[in-house]
Protein backbone atom coordinates (compact mmCIF):
# COMPACT_ATOMS: atom_id res chain seq x y z
CA UNK A 1 0.00 0.00 0.00
CA UNK A 2 1.37 3.64 -0.87
CA UNK A 3 1.98 5.76 2.13
CA UNK A 4 -0.46 7.94 0.39
CA UNK A 5 -3.32 5.56 0.54
CA UNK A 6 -2.06 4.32 3.75
CA UNK A 7 -3.07 7.81 5.16
CA UNK A 8 -6.22 8.44 3.15
CA UNK A 9 -7.69 5.20 4.52
CA UNK A 10 -6.75 5.96 8.38
CA UNK A 11 -8.63 9.29 7.80
CA UNK A 12 -11.52 7.79 5.99
CA UNK A 13 -11.55 4.95 8.44
CA UNK A 14 -10.99 6.76 12.07
CA UNK A 15 -12.98 10.27 11.46
CA UNK A 16 -14.49 10.06 7.72
CA UNK A 17 -14.45 13.27 5.90
CA UNK A 18 -12.28 14.92 8.53
CA UNK A 19 -8.30 16.15 8.87
CA UNK A 20 -8.05 13.72 11.69
CA UNK A 21 -5.45 10.65 11.83
CA UNK A 22 -5.13 8.82 15.27
CA UNK A 23 -1.74 8.43 16.33
CA UNK A 24 -2.92 6.85 19.35
CA UNK A 25 -5.35 5.91 21.30
CA UNK A 26 -5.47 4.06 24.87
CA UNK A 27 -6.32 4.14 28.88
CA UNK A 28 -3.88 5.53 31.49
CA UNK A 29 -4.74 4.86 35.40
CA UNK A 30 -6.91 8.22 35.11
CA UNK A 31 -8.95 8.50 32.02
CA UNK A 32 -8.85 7.66 28.00
CA UNK A 33 -6.67 9.10 26.01
CA UNK A 34 -6.76 9.95 21.82
CA UNK A 35 -4.13 12.12 20.27
CA UNK A 36 -4.50 12.87 16.87
CA UNK A 37 -2.73 14.80 13.78
CA UNK A 38 -4.50 17.26 11.74
CA UNK A 39 -2.29 17.52 8.51
CA UNK A 40 -4.49 20.35 7.06
CA UNK A 41 -4.31 22.44 9.74
CA UNK A 42 -1.30 21.39 10.96
CA UNK A 43 -2.24 20.76 14.66
CA UNK A 44 -1.36 17.83 16.88
CA UNK A 45 -4.05 17.28 19.48
CA UNK A 46 -4.26 15.39 22.47
CA UNK A 47 -8.01 14.83 24.05
CA UNK A 48 -9.23 13.17 26.94
CA UNK A 49 -12.52 11.20 27.22
CA UNK A 50 -15.72 12.20 25.35
CA UNK A 51 -13.56 14.80 23.23
CA UNK A 52 -12.69 17.11 25.81
CA UNK A 53 -9.56 19.48 24.39
CA UNK A 54 -6.49 18.66 26.52
CA UNK A 55 -4.09 20.19 24.87
CA UNK A 56 -1.97 21.04 21.18
CA UNK A 57 0.49 22.19 18.93
CA UNK A 58 0.95 23.65 15.75
CA UNK A 59 3.27 21.47 14.17
CA UNK A 60 5.07 23.91 12.29
CA UNK A 61 6.24 25.84 14.95
CA UNK A 62 4.81 23.65 18.24
CA UNK A 63 2.82 27.03 19.34
CA UNK A 64 0.07 25.84 21.85
CA UNK A 65 -3.41 25.63 20.83
CA UNK A 66 -5.46 28.49 22.64
CA UNK A 67 -3.45 28.30 26.07
CA UNK A 68 -4.62 31.51 28.00
CA UNK A 69 -0.35 31.04 29.34
CA UNK A 70 0.36 34.31 26.77
CA UNK A 71 -1.90 36.39 29.66
CA UNK A 72 1.41 36.41 31.69
CA UNK A 73 3.71 37.64 29.46
CA UNK A 74 2.05 41.07 30.33
CA UNK A 75 3.03 40.95 34.05
CA UNK A 76 6.58 39.26 33.25
CA UNK A 77 7.64 38.51 29.75
CA UNK A 78 11.10 37.06 30.58
CA UNK A 79 10.40 35.10 33.71
CA UNK A 80 13.47 32.49 34.98
CA UNK A 81 11.70 30.07 36.82
CA UNK A 82 8.28 28.63 36.56
CA UNK A 83 5.80 25.99 38.14
CA UNK A 84 3.05 24.18 35.97
CA UNK A 85 1.05 22.01 37.81
CA UNK A 86 -0.44 20.00 35.55
CA UNK A 87 1.57 19.10 32.61
CA UNK A 88 -0.72 17.09 29.63
CA UNK A 89 1.49 16.48 27.31
CA UNK A 90 3.48 19.48 28.04
CA UNK A 91 2.72 21.70 25.31
CA UNK A 92 3.01 24.92 26.80
CA UNK A 93 5.73 24.07 29.26
CA UNK A 94 8.22 22.58 25.98
CA UNK A 95 7.23 26.14 24.01
CA UNK A 96 7.93 28.02 26.76
CA UNK A 97 11.24 26.47 27.78
CA UNK A 98 12.58 26.71 24.21
CA UNK A 99 10.98 30.10 22.93
CA UNK A 100 11.34 32.10 26.67
CA UNK A 101 14.69 30.56 27.74
CA UNK A 102 14.09 30.27 31.87
CA UNK A 103 16.45 28.94 34.23
CA UNK A 104 14.25 26.42 35.36
CA UNK A 105 10.71 24.64 34.79
CA UNK A 106 9.12 22.90 36.93
CA UNK A 107 5.81 20.21 35.89
CA UNK A 108 4.14 18.36 38.25
CA UNK A 109 1.70 15.60 35.94
CA UNK A 110 0.79 12.90 37.84
CA UNK A 111 0.06 10.88 34.87
CA UNK A 112 2.94 9.60 33.54
CA UNK A 113 1.39 8.26 30.36
CA UNK A 114 0.66 11.93 29.12
CA UNK A 115 4.87 12.31 29.89
CA UNK A 116 5.55 9.27 27.31
CA UNK A 117 3.39 10.77 24.96
CA UNK A 118 4.13 14.01 25.05
CA UNK A 119 8.05 12.70 24.41
CA UNK A 120 6.84 10.79 21.64
CA UNK A 121 4.48 13.40 20.09
CA UNK A 122 5.16 17.13 21.61
CA UNK A 123 8.63 17.61 21.56
CA UNK A 124 9.48 17.39 25.22
CA UNK A 125 12.68 18.41 26.55
CA UNK A 126 15.46 16.87 27.80
CA UNK A 127 17.32 18.85 30.60
CA UNK A 128 18.33 18.12 33.97
CA UNK A 129 16.27 21.92 34.77
CA UNK A 130 13.44 20.98 33.18
CA UNK A 131 12.13 18.51 35.91
CA UNK A 132 8.53 16.36 35.85
CA UNK A 133 7.31 15.42 39.25
CA UNK A 134 4.74 12.78 38.75
CA UNK A 135 2.73 13.18 41.77
CA UNK A 136 -1.02 15.04 42.86
CA UNK A 137 -0.05 18.57 43.04
CA UNK A 138 -1.27 18.75 46.68
CA UNK A 139 1.65 16.64 47.54
CA UNK A 140 4.26 18.22 45.77
CA UNK A 141 3.12 21.74 47.14
CA UNK A 142 3.05 20.11 50.77
CA UNK A 143 6.76 19.22 50.44
CA UNK A 144 8.36 22.09 48.19
CA UNK A 145 10.30 25.54 49.16
CA UNK A 146 10.88 26.41 45.91
CA UNK A 147 10.71 29.55 44.56
CA UNK A 148 9.07 30.66 41.26
CA UNK A 149 8.37 33.66 39.15
CA UNK A 150 5.33 32.15 37.00
CA UNK A 151 3.14 29.02 38.32
CA UNK A 152 0.53 27.97 35.98
CA UNK A 153 -1.72 25.95 37.55
CA UNK A 154 -4.33 23.72 35.02
CA UNK A 155 -5.12 20.55 36.52
CA UNK A 156 -8.55 20.55 35.44
CA UNK A 157 -10.23 21.70 38.50
CA UNK A 158 -13.98 21.39 38.34
CA UNK A 159 -15.98 22.05 41.98
CA UNK A 160 -16.73 18.75 42.44
CA UNK A 161 -13.47 17.61 42.65
CA UNK A 162 -11.93 21.19 44.10
CA UNK A 163 -14.09 19.67 47.00
CA UNK A 164 -13.40 16.40 47.24
CA UNK A 165 -11.03 14.48 49.36
CA UNK A 166 -10.80 11.39 47.68
CA UNK A 167 -9.49 13.15 44.82
CA UNK A 168 -6.68 14.68 46.75
CA UNK A 169 -7.78 17.89 45.02
CA UNK A 170 -8.82 20.21 47.73
CA UNK A 171 -7.02 22.84 45.94
CA UNK A 172 -9.72 25.50 46.50
CA UNK A 173 -8.89 26.02 50.21
CA UNK A 174 -7.32 29.19 52.18
CA UNK A 175 -4.51 26.84 52.62
CA UNK A 176 -3.60 26.01 49.08
CA UNK A 177 -3.80 29.60 48.06
CA UNK A 178 -1.58 30.82 51.16
CA UNK A 179 1.13 28.34 50.13
CA UNK A 180 1.26 29.13 46.19
CA UNK A 181 1.66 32.78 47.34
CA UNK A 182 4.18 31.94 48.99
CA UNK A 183 6.02 30.50 46.35
CA UNK A 184 6.03 33.59 44.65
CA UNK A 185 8.91 35.97 43.71
CA UNK A 186 8.35 39.06 44.49
CA UNK A 187 7.16 40.36 41.14
CA UNK A 188 5.33 36.87 40.52
CA UNK A 189 2.10 36.01 39.16
CA UNK A 190 -0.22 32.92 40.01
CA UNK A 191 -2.54 32.05 36.78
CA UNK A 192 -5.30 29.26 38.20
CA UNK A 193 -7.91 28.21 36.31
CA UNK A 194 -10.84 26.04 37.08
CA UNK A 195 -13.96 24.82 34.68
CA UNK A 196 -17.06 24.88 35.32
CA UNK A 197 -20.22 27.20 34.70
CA UNK A 198 -21.05 30.96 35.15
CA UNK A 199 -24.47 29.83 37.41
CA UNK A 200 -25.81 28.09 40.26
CA UNK A 201 -23.03 25.93 42.14
CA UNK A 202 -20.42 26.12 40.46
CA UNK A 203 -20.76 30.26 40.15
CA UNK A 204 -20.74 29.54 44.06
CA UNK A 205 -17.75 28.04 44.07
CA UNK A 206 -15.58 30.03 41.58
CA UNK A 207 -16.16 33.01 43.66
CA UNK A 208 -15.32 31.58 46.95
CA UNK A 209 -12.00 30.73 45.25
CA UNK A 210 -11.74 34.56 44.21
CA UNK A 211 -12.63 35.61 47.74
CA UNK A 212 -9.84 33.43 49.34
CA UNK A 213 -7.64 34.28 46.50
CA UNK A 214 -8.17 38.02 47.48
CA UNK A 215 -7.11 36.84 51.08
CA UNK A 216 -3.59 36.68 49.80
CA UNK A 217 -3.26 38.91 46.64
CA UNK A 218 -3.58 43.15 46.30
CA UNK A 219 -5.88 42.64 42.71
CA UNK A 220 -7.09 39.64 41.32
CA UNK A 221 -8.34 39.26 37.17
CA UNK A 222 -10.89 37.08 36.38
CA UNK A 223 -11.08 35.67 32.34
CA UNK A 224 -14.29 33.27 31.21
CA UNK A 225 -14.83 32.27 27.15
CA UNK A 226 -18.14 32.81 27.42
CA UNK A 227 -19.22 35.35 29.47
CA UNK A 228 -22.26 35.80 27.85
CA UNK A 229 -23.15 32.23 28.20
CA UNK A 230 -23.46 31.23 32.20
CA UNK A 231 -25.05 27.75 31.62
CA UNK A 232 -22.32 26.54 29.14
CA UNK A 233 -19.44 24.87 30.74
CA UNK A 234 -16.21 26.77 30.23
CA UNK A 235 -12.63 27.72 31.48
CA UNK A 236 -12.56 30.71 34.37
CA UNK A 237 -9.14 32.18 34.54
CA UNK A 238 -7.75 33.52 38.01
CA UNK A 239 -5.04 35.85 37.33
CA UNK A 240 -3.40 36.95 40.35
CA UNK A 241 0.11 39.03 40.10
CA UNK A 242 2.10 39.10 44.12
CA UNK A 243 2.18 42.89 43.60
CA UNK A 244 -0.59 45.09 43.42
CA UNK A 245 -0.32 46.24 39.01
CA UNK A 246 -3.14 47.14 36.80
CA UNK A 247 -3.08 45.15 33.96
CA UNK A 248 -4.44 46.73 31.16
CA UNK A 249 -1.17 49.65 32.03
CA UNK A 250 1.18 47.08 31.76
CA UNK A 251 0.18 45.58 28.55
CA UNK A 252 0.04 49.37 27.22
CA UNK A 253 3.65 49.97 28.54
CA UNK A 254 4.69 46.58 26.98
CA UNK A 255 3.00 47.50 23.16
CA UNK A 256 4.49 50.70 23.36
CA UNK A 257 8.24 49.30 23.83
CA UNK A 258 7.44 46.94 21.53
CA UNK A 259 8.34 44.37 23.86
CA UNK A 260 5.77 41.91 23.21
CA UNK A 261 6.62 38.29 22.49
CA UNK A 262 3.62 36.86 20.47
CA UNK A 263 1.68 38.39 17.73
CA UNK A 264 -0.74 41.97 19.47
CA UNK A 265 -3.40 39.67 18.66
CA UNK A 266 -3.12 37.18 20.88
CA UNK A 267 -3.22 39.67 23.91
CA UNK A 268 -5.64 41.66 22.99
CA UNK A 269 -8.14 38.20 22.23
CA UNK A 270 -7.44 37.30 26.17
CA UNK A 271 -7.68 40.32 27.19
CA UNK A 272 -11.27 40.82 26.06
CA UNK A 273 -12.38 38.08 27.95
CA UNK A 274 -11.71 39.35 31.00
CA UNK A 275 -15.04 40.60 33.06
CA UNK A 276 -15.49 40.58 36.92
CA UNK A 277 -16.87 38.13 38.77
CA UNK A 278 -18.92 39.34 41.88
CA UNK A 279 -17.24 38.10 44.81
CA UNK A 280 -19.41 36.34 47.33
CA UNK A 281 -21.64 37.76 50.34
CA UNK A 282 -18.92 39.09 53.07
CA UNK A 283 -19.91 36.30 56.25
CA UNK A 284 -19.86 33.19 54.17
CA UNK A 285 -17.25 30.24 54.74
CA UNK A 286 -14.42 29.80 52.94
CA UNK A 287 -12.80 26.41 52.09
CA UNK A 288 -10.07 26.12 54.68
Known amino acids: MKPYSLIKNLIKKNFAGSDEIILFQGKSNFRKITVVEKPISHQRVMYASNRLFVAGIDTRNNFPLYSPYFLADIVNPKPRSLLFLGGGPNAVPSYVWRNYKP ?160 DENIYEDLLAKMHKLPIIKPGLNLYT
Open 103 to 262: DYIDVVERDELNTKLAEKYFGLPKNKNYRIFHQDATLFLKDTKKKYDIIYSDIGLTRKRGLSTKDMYPFCTLRTFKKLHSLLNKNGLLIYIVIGKLKGQDLVFERRCLASLNKFFPKVYTFSDFQEKGSKTQLILFLAPAKNLDINESYTRLKNNKKLRQ
